[in-house]
């Protein structure tokens, strides 16, 4: 279930904390698989930062930063029951790394809606690497095509 445009629950822009001042873009209902069971969540996606809550309560029950997150990645096929419709999250905890696994039907769109969410941090992050590396981020190159490839070996 796709829940688009949904702020029922969601603290007002009102509110002293950033993190909750931070727009809600889309939420998902899916289905949290950890060591306790399986759980009902909503899963939102904001301008800065995923949140996850209780559908019954829309009390907040995991928040991630985009500076804390460091991936979102569809589980690969020998992790995930079928149909294969699980996805795992990456982020950082402290000074480790931790993940969750989530599985919902939407799962092609929940990744997409999250990378594009936070292209901005990713985008700084590449901007980082430029900078460190001494990079001008334009590289150079030539085509060859298979006939020159092949005259080379």
């Known amino acids: 279930m796709v829940l688009y445009g949904s702020n029922e629950g969601i603290p007002s822009s009102g509110s002293s904390s950033p993190t909750e001042c931070a727009e ?3 939420s998902f209902m899916v289905t949290k698989h950890s060591w306790k069971g399986k759980y009902k969540r909503v899963f939102s996606i904001g301008s800065m930062s995923i949140t996850t809550y209780n559908p019954g309560s829309m009390e907040p029950t995991n ?14 096929k020998g992790q995930a ?3 294969n419709n699980e996805f795992i999250i990456t982020f950082k ?3 480790k790394t931790d993940s969750m696994r ?3 039907e939407h799962r092609a ?3 997409t809606e999250a990378m594009s969410a936070g292209s901005n941090r990713f985008l700084h992050l590449l901007n980082v690497k430029k900078t460190v590396l001494g990079c001008s981020g334009v590289f150079g190159g030539n085509f060859l ?3 020159k490839l092949l005259l080379l070996f």
Do not use: N, R, T
Request: hydrophobic share 45%.
């Open 81 to 83: 029951s079928l149909p």
């Open 24 to 26: 809600e873009m889309c």
């Open 109 to 111: 769109s929940i990744i």
């Open 102 to 104: 989530f599985s919902s």
């Open 145 to 147: 095509s298979w006939q």
């Open 93 to 95: 905890k402290g000074k």
């Open 63 to 76: 928040q991630w930063m985009y500076s804390d997150f460091i991936s979102i990645l569809p589980a690969a």
